[in-house]
Nanobody
Framework: VQLVESGGGSVQAGGSLRLSCTVP?????????IGWFRQAPGKEREGVSA????????YYEDSVKGRFIISSDAAKNTVYLQLNSLKPEDTAVYYC??????????????????????WGQGTQVTVSS
């Protein structure tokens, strides 16, 4: 399963970006979770947001709630992450990942890095103060 990310860039604090993740190798009607993760220099990769392709339930890490919005377009096999009110601490490489939903649910959270099997190459988001 290949994941292709796009949309990263550099913005000032308070700005917005939209990340896209296209997953041509799966059917969005099947039971998959698509997640966005990020990794800042010297830090572990962490879950940011995720969406279920089966029931469209969304999940957010606490620090991004109210600022980031995840959505999906099944016709385009694409998941989006809208990043609003960006802060310098949001600076990181953002990765898109896909996993089989029963495995993700077994892990206990949709934001668990190890619950996802397929990963994109990452896209850099840099927020300046």
């Amino acid at each position: 399963v290949q994941l292709v990310e796009s949309g990263g860039g550099s913005v000032q604090a308070g700005g917005s970006l939209r990340l896209s993740c296209t997953v041509p190798g799966i059917t969005f009607d099947d039971y998959y979770g698509i997640g966005w993760f990020r990794q800042a220099p010297g830090k572990e990769r962490e879950g940011v947001s995720a969406i279920s392709t089966s029931d469209h339930q969304t999940y957010y890490e606490d620090s991004v709630k109210g600022r980031f919005i995840i959505s999906s377009d099944a016709a385009k096999n694409t998941v989006y992450l809208q990043l609003n009110s960006l802060k310098p601490e949001d600076t990181a490489v953002y990765y898109c990942a896909a996993g089989y939903e029963p495995d993700i649910r077994y892990s206990g959270t949709y934001l668990h890095v190890r619950a996802y099997d397929y990963w994109g190459q990452g896209t850099q988001v840099t927020v300046s103060s």
